[in-house]
């Protein structure tokens, strides 16, 4: 039998008639059929470390968004003058990336699987969310505590946060990768701003509050002396109650969801699906937590090669 990735191409497709009467469309969009093709990466054998550039075409200018699917995940990116240009995460193995895109009730998608030759990746996690300008950050408390975050990327234990934005941090999906995962229970919570709470309030003014409660928690945990300890609890009061109404609810609501990979692409593959509606500008939220087991590490590395 060929080996895997010999088997492994590009398979698209298109779906809908561009002769179809829409009545909102112009003679020039139904006068070309909706496709899409990816450019990168091609089929075939890849040699990437965890991440890998996606750039498909599409043949109307007009559509402003795409879904990506990778690793059984969908999620929306924009689409600029007709491109699409974004990064993904790819495993050890096969990985198969899709786009598609709508135009009216023409639809078209393009995939491609290709073989990646790598290190092996134990825990993954992704994040994504139909873009409206929001802000959303990923974190993972890791079992020992330390919690990977913006501004915090990469854990002592090799936790690592990816962000694959091209305008900013938070602006698109994100993942986090630790290649040799621990036991213990790991927590993936978001931090979102509403597009709405950004364009009406000053960021700083918030950040700066946020890290003042930071410092306000670190000096009570020392355990000051009383009087100390009760002015600092009445700041804390003061400055909770300025967060609070900071991240009143200001736009619309966003969907997110959650996909957790541990040992993907291999017989041993466990997932989980966490889905979230942001509900609240400032506010941290927990989408779920995984708990790994020293018994589910020990039989997935007694398999591996």
């Known amino acids: 039998m060929a080996p895997p990735h010999a088997l492994l191409g590009r398979r698209p497709f298109v779906l809908g008639l561009a002769s179809m009467a829409l009545p909102r469309l112009s003679r020039?969009?139904?006068?070309?059929?909706?496709?899409?093709?990816?450019?990168?990466?091609?089929?075939?054998?890849?040699?990437?470390?965890?991440?890998?550039?996606?750039?498909?075409?599409?043949?109307?200018?007009?559509?402003?968004?795409?879904?990506?699917?990778?690793?059984?995940?969908?999620?929306?990116?924009?689409?600029?003058?007709?491109r699409v240009e974004q990064t993904v995460v790819v495993l050890p193995g096969t990985n198969r990336v899709g786009v598609g895109v709508r135009r009216g009730e023409a639809v078209a998608r393009d995939s491609v699987t290709f073989h990646v030759d790598g290190d092996p990746v134990d825990l993954v996690v992704l994040l994504g969310w139909s873009a409206r300008?929001?802000?959303?950050?990923?974190?993972?408390?890791?079992?020992?505590?330390?919690?990977?975050?913006w501004d915090?990327?990469?854990?002592?234990?090799?936790?690592?946060?990816?962000?694959?934005?091209?305008?900013?941090?938070?602006?698109?999906?994100q993942a986090y990768l630790r290649a040799r995962a621990s036991a213990g229970r790991y927590r993936v919570k978001v931090h979102y701003w509403s597009d709405g709470a950004r364009r009406d309030r000053d960021d700083s003014v918030f950040e700066q509050a946020l890290e003042r409660l930071h410092a306000i928690d670190a000096r009570l945990r020392a355990t000051p002396p009383p009087s100390e300890a009760a002015a600092l609890a009445a700041e804390r009061a003061a400055v909770t109650a300025r967060l609070d109404a900071w991240g009143l609810p200001s736009g619309a609501q966003t969907p997110l969801h959650a996909e957790v990979l541990l040992f993907a692409n291999t017989p041993r593959e466990r997932r989980w699906r966490f889905d979230l509606t942001a509900q609240r500008s400032g506010q941290l939220q927990t989408l779920g937590e995984v708990e790994v087991t020293s018994a589910m590490l020990l039989d997935a590395r007694r398999t591996l090669p």
Do not use: N
Not at 153 to 170: K, Q, Y
């Open 28 to 82: 020039a969009q139904t006068a070309t059929p909706l496709s899409v093709r990816i450019e990168e990466p091609g089929g075939g054998v890849l040699t990437a470390q965890d991440t890998a550039r996606l750039v498909a075409t599409v043949s109307d200018p007009s559509v402003l968004t795409a879904s990506i699917t990778v690793h059984g995940m969908s999620y929306e990116v924009p689409v600029r003058d007709g």
């Open 133 to 149: 300008g929001e802000i959303i950050d990923l974190w993972v408390r890791e079992p020992d505590g330390e919690t990977v975050k």
């Open 152 to 173: 915090h990327r990469e854990s002592t234990p090799g936790g690592r946060l990816l962000d694959f934005s091209s305008d900013a941090i938070g602006f698109g999906s």
